[in-house]
């Protein structure tokens, strides 16, 4: 299967072994405090789960990474992030490439209304006027890369929203990766989907965090064991610990981390 | 229980009454001028530019041209300016400030058009005469007179069709890290696409339809217009216009004429139907 050049050939010579650095963050919705004192760091490379019970701001952090909260009115945003050493929250910094090199893949699957080619080629044409040639071969590296080309290649004019939900969540993350981020946020990627098709996704990220670091958010405990490395716990805005999958999982520091994923509540 | 049946049934009867004078104004208008199409023949009727009615010549091809000249017109001034207001309205403002800009928008629909008339005779008309020449009543005045008229229709029915556009959509774009205006141009306008044809087509039923704004500023005079600055007679102001006096196959005429407009909107209002069923 044709792969993506491994995102660290394009960094500084000698990347440092973690591509985002949180320091101190904390986020409000206007007097509610959705993120408290976040201090963390991501490797690259690996899968990160965060897991913790619904509205304990997993989703929060996420879109905090992207800057997607920014959309939000009455968000107030203290600390620093920073990915591959440079503040995403300075003057200097592009928004649109920012968003470019981060990207997410959301809870539903969201393909425009657009054929499938067009979905694919959507954010390469926004930064750039890639010809014919170039776009096809973007496409079909995206599409190759999440295991679709096949399926597709001979219906690249239909609607996207022909397509199965599983197809579709597919088709976003090639979507992404037609863009070259570094980095894949995943925002509860496999919600709308089936088992099967979860499983699928899940092998599909294995796959990818070969060339790519991955944050995925998700409600699935069975699925942070199955598929990350790093699992992070989060209750009530707080990161309470974050350590190999296998440790969070079989020996946590923290009694609530024990009792979430005992089942105790959440 | 009974008393629930009766109270249906009266509801019913009055659902339907609506839809009775609706069948009524229809029935009476085919019934008074059909008979004259069928006389003068449909091709002499709509296809000749002679009209003298009380000397048997009833050709309203000047005034079908005019109409169409009028709403595109209409068209041309009011589709942009509307569609970037609802452009502006439902992407690019805080949603206070579109709280209150669409009830003051949706207001100017409740103006009445002899207002707009007058406004056009006593600032437009001047204004054209002055600057551009002619008698300033004009296809112009009459054009920009309807742009701003069916603003209202525009404006409304696109903010609605652009809010019906899923957010995910825009989450998306701008994840993929699109500006505002790309995410507008690239996924929301072509999302919105039906809703919004369905906007221009009932701006367009709204402003062939207008007859007391078109009589005050656009002059009326009998003729196929060779330019912008033409006064022009369209469909409705003939029927407006000549009623009063009309009497026999003149009055006939003018009903005939009634069917043709009729026929024009119902054609524009079932396409737009059609259309927002299809998405």
């Known amino acids: ?266 | 229980m009974h008393r629930e049946k009766f109270i249906e049934r009266v509801l019913l009867l009055l659902a339907l009454s609506s839809v009775g004078s609706l069948a009524l104004i229809t029935i009476f208008i085919f019934l008074e001028g059909f008979p004259l199409i069928l006389s003068v023949g449909l091709k002499d009727f709509i296809l000749s530019s002679h009209w003298a009615p009380t000397k048997g010549h009833f050709g309203i091809l000047a005034m079908i041209i005019s109409s169409v000249l009028v709403t595109l017109g209409a068209m041309i001034i009011g589709v942009p300016l509307g569609l970037s207001c609802a452009i502006v309205l439902a992407e690019f403002s805080p949603k206070r400030l579109k709280m209150v800009l669409k009830p003051t928008l949706e207001l100017l629909a409740g103006i009445p058009s002899v207002v707009y008339g007058f406004l056009g005779v006593i600032w437009l008309v001047p204004l054209i005469r002055n600057y551009l020449g002619g008698p300033g009543l004009s296809l112009l005045a009459g054009s920009i007179i309807l742009g701003i008229m069916i603003l209202p229709t525009v404006i409304s029915i696109s903010i609605d069709a652009l809010t019906a556009v899923p957010d995910p959509y825009r989450d998306g774009s701008l994840a993929l890290g699109a500006t505002r205006w790309q995410t507008v141009s690239r996924v929301v306008l072509p999302a919105a696409r039906s809703g919004i044809i369905t906007a221009i087509i009932l701006g367009m039923g709204r402003a062939i339809g207008e007859t007391m704004a078109v009589i005050m500023v656009a002059g009326n005079a009998l003729q196929i217009p060779t330019s912008i600055l033409d006064p022009v007679r369209t469909l409705t102001s003939n029927i407006a216009l000549e009623l009063g006096y009309a009497a026999g196959r003149h009055r006939e005429a003018l009903f005939a004429t009634g069917i043709v407009l009729f026929i024009i909107i119902m054609i524009l209002n079932l396409s737009a139907t059609l259309i927002t069923r299809r998405r």
Not at chain 1, 8 to 34: E, H, W
Not at chain 1, 136 to 164: C, F, H, P, Y
Not at chain 1, 250 to 266: F, H, L, N, Q
């Open chain 1, 1 to 266: 299967m044709t792969i993506f050049p491994a995102a660290s050939d394009k960094g500084p010579p000698a990347p440092a072994p973690d591509i985002i650095v949180l320091r101190r963050l904390n986020l409000f919705y206007g007097t509610f405090q959705a993120l408290q004192d976040i201090d963390v760091t991501f490797p690259r490379q690996a899968i990160t789960a965060l897991i913790g019970p619904s509205g304990c701001g997993k989703s929060t952090l996420l879109r905090t990474l992207n800057r997607m909260n920014d959309l939000i009115e009455g968000v107030r945003i203290e600390g620093e992030v920073l990915i591959d050493g440079q503040d995403i929250f300075g003057p200097d910094v592009v928004l649109t490439d920012l968003r470019k090199k981060v990207g997410m893949v959301f809870q539903r699957p969201n393909p425009f209304p657009l054929s499938i080619y067009d979905n694919v080629v959507y954010g390469p044409r926004l930064h750039g006027q890639p010809g014919k040639a170039e776009l096809q071969e973007i496409l079909e590296r995206s599409l190759t890369a999440v295991e679709m080309w096949g399926e597709v290649k001979d219906r690249l004019k239909t609607s996207a929203l022909s397509l199965t939900e599983e197809q579709q969540q597919r088709l976003c993350i090639a979507r992404v990766l037609a863009v070259e981020p570094e980095i894949l946020l995943m925002d509860e990627p496999c919600s709308a989907l089936d088992p099967l098709a979860t499983l699928r996704i899940e092998e599909l990220m294995q796959e990818l965090k070969r060339n790519y670091t991955i944050i995925i958010v998700t409600h699935n405990m069975q699925q942070a064991a199955r598929a990350s490395d790093l699992s992070g716990f989060m209750y009530l805005g707080e990161l309470i610990e974050i350590g190999s999958t296998g440790d969070i999982f079989t020996r946590p520091k923290d009694s609530r981390t024990e009792d979430y994923i005992t089942g105790k509540y959440g």
